[in-house]
């Protein structure tokens, strides 16, 4: 069976430090992977994603994320943080094919500090 | 263009009444997918549609739930005599599907209370 972890409920830094939000996922055969940001009382926002190729994934707001095959790990990075990416981050994984579900994490509440 | 959009953004009903829950998905997007978010179970997979065939159901959680999608384009989501369980956030997502990229791009949802 398909399944994501992301092992922090929460991870505070300060403005201007780089952060990581941590995933590891479990699933047969060669995964789609994704993160999601959701603010408060919105719907989730598509980040990024990684389907094959290179192991390193760059996508918007400067958030990047490396695939980690041999330790089964997908970790959201951003090499300075902003109070306004203060919000909740969802990975996902899904079957290596269109039109299957995504299975998500618990999500991790980034909170960026002035 | 125009993203994904639900109505209604809220909806409170009591217990034992049956609700809809609509979505209008991206133009030119032959796949939907609705989810359930949670406190207590996060996100939950519902039900995907490939135009308007459901070939995944799993996430149903009752026979209380059904979903149906028209012309390949609007769903509706209907749950009869909803129960204080059914309270969550109802989102609705598209993608390009089997002719595209798997990206799901996300509505704002329907938040549900049932009283």
């Known amino acids: 069976a398909q399944s994501v972890a992301q092992p922090e409920d929460q991870v505070n830094v300060a403005e201007g430090n780089p952060l990581t939000v941590k995933c590891t996922y479990s699933?047969?055969?060669?995964?789609?992977l994704f993160w999601y940001v959701q603010y408060p009382n919105r719907g989730l926002q598509f980040l990024l994603k990684y389907i094959t190729g290179d192991n390193l994934v760059k996508g918007s707001y400067g958030f990047e994320a490396e695939f980690n095959k041999s330790q089964t790990s997908f970790h959201l990075k951003k090499p300075s943080a902003l109070v306004s990416d203060s919000a909740l981050y969802f990975c996902a994984v899904s079957h290596n094919q269109a039109g299957t579900a995504l299975i998500f994490g618990k999500g991790t509440t980034l909170s960026v500090s002035s | 263009g125009a993203g994904v959009s639900q109505s209604p953004s809220n909806k409170v009903t009591e217990k034992g009444k049956d609700v809809e829950l609509r979505c209008d998905p991206i133009s030119g997007h032959t796949a939907l997918y609705w989810y359930r978010q949670s406190l207590g179970q996060g996100l939950e997979f519902l039900i995907y549609?490939?135009?308007?065939?459901?070939?995944?159901k799993s996430g149903l959680p009752s026979d209380r739930f059904s979903a149906e999608r028209t012309g390949g384009s609007v769903s509706t989501l209907t749950i009869q005599r909803t129960q204080q369980e059914d309270s969550a956030v109802y989102l609705c997502?598209?993608?390009?599907?089997?002719?595209?990229?798997?990206?799901?791009?996300f509505g704002p949802g329907t938040r549900l209370t049932v009283l």
């Open positions: 549609f490939q135009g308007n065939s459901a070939p995944d």
């Open positions: 699933v047969s055969g060669n995964p789609y």
């Open positions: 997502a598209s993608s390009l599907g089997l002719a595209g990229g798997p990206t799901q791009y």
